[in-house]
């Protein structure tokens, strides 16, 4: 008599939520855009979302970018006060999305 032995099902795989700053919506990290503050106090697009430094997250939505940069939610979430070249360069990228 030969024993058989199941397979256990894999468990799911943890996917990491991040919360949009615009809309206030959590989505998995990989669909939003992140927004980093660097070691120099610069505030930069992060396409890859893991150089080092603080970050927040944003909808790859103009209505969440135009809803994040306004009312300095962007500044209170980096801790940092956004200098108006920075905030001019974000929000053309956020006019380039759809």
Do not use: F
């Amino acid at each position: 008599m030969t024993s058989q032995k199941k397979k256990q099902p894999l468990p799911a795989k943890h996917i990491p939520q991040r919360t949009c700053i615009g809309c206030r919506q959590v989505r998995p990290k990989r669909e939003l855009i992140r927004i980093v503050r660097t070691a120099e106090g610069a505030v930069e697009v992060d396409p890859t979302g893991k150089r080092s430094g603080r970050g927040t997250y944003l909808c790859k939505a103009k209505a969440c970018w135009e809803a994040g940069l306004k009312r300095e939610r962007m500044d209170h979430t980096l801790r940092v006060k956004i200098d108006p070249e920075d905030r001019s360069r974000l929000a053309h990228y956020g006019e380039t999305l759809p």
